[in-house]
């Protein structure tokens, strides 16, 4: 079943024509973009790259939801969906399918935003020949996206979208012992197997009802830091005296950012203070990356969005069932756990994933220190 088309109701999220843009800026051309949002002209695709024009024009998503009734959350599904798009478009689909997502599924290609751009184009033919609504391309999204990590498809499996969504209901069906959910699954396969071998390999589920257990995946390595200790200060060094006062003048000032004290300097790079940590120690070349907590494989459920510090150690390229792994996926790095050894090069392990450290009263720490009398 398809997604139902975006309403074009000045009230659909919440937004109203009345009241004034908190837009930091004053651009005509800008306004222009506001009104049009506000009116809801044109389609979703319009609106996502409205919403990006917004965003280059150094609005936050914040402004823009008083400016133009767009929530944080749907401006970022827009953009994105948009994004996908586009790179759908660049990778050759049916009219059929292209005039469909311009008027509706933003939500579903919003899904597909995990597979590589040059993988799109198939998703979104497959997923409208098949009437899949979001809920269902969200189900089968990233089994789509393994079947493709590997060089040669599972045995009995072709490369095709066909395939690689029967292959993914296939695999449950095999993990399930209940009679009737395992039969639901086995025809979830078959409805999707392209390829007669593919279809053959299905069918023999029917006959045979051996349970093959799956491995779950290892706990994600996360680290908060509590203790004062855990929290080292950067700081820089001018030199060894006797010093030239011009070269102690050009010592640049250091001005941590961000949650974990994230350190600049001039030029593309930066420096953070990490604990001396003995999973720090044992790593031969760490680097560090900026994510949020959302944005990480199998993050446990109950923890509140949040900035975390991933450590990654490049130097760890040899695969394990225990550790997850950055990998390139269509140029963007991506944090992936393998249960079997993967064809695709892995650039490193995880060493450790870092929480920032509590601080209920921020301005607490600025103060004097206080003894008593």
Known sequence: MAATPPSTSSTEFGGTESGESNSPTNQPEIQDIILKLRRKEGNWVDWGKACQT?????????????????????????????????????GGVSEQTKAHYQTRGSDSLYEFRILPQERRAAAADFAFSHGLDSEQVKEIVKGLRDFYYSETPPPGFEKNMGDAAAYYYWRLARQQSDLQARSRLIAQSLRFAASNSARSKIEKLLTDFTVISTKSAPRLPIFRLEDEADSPVI???????????????????VEPEDTFGLVKFSGTGAWVPVPGWQVILKAEDPIALLAKYEQLPNPPEGYKNEDVLIVVDRAKRKWDEFSYYVIDAGGQLEIRWFEAEPDVQLLGGIALIMRPKKIFDQSYTQEYWQTDE
């Open 235 to 253: 700081v820089p060094v001018a030199g060894q005296m006797p010093l030239a006062t011009e070269d102690y003048k050009q010592v640049p000032m």
């Open 54 to 90: 917004l965003q280059k024009a150094k609005m936050s998503p914040q402004d823009i939801f008083e400016a133009t009734g767009f929530e944080p959350i749907q401006q970022n599904q827009l953009t994105v969906a948009a994004q996908v798009f586009d790179s759908m478009l660049a």
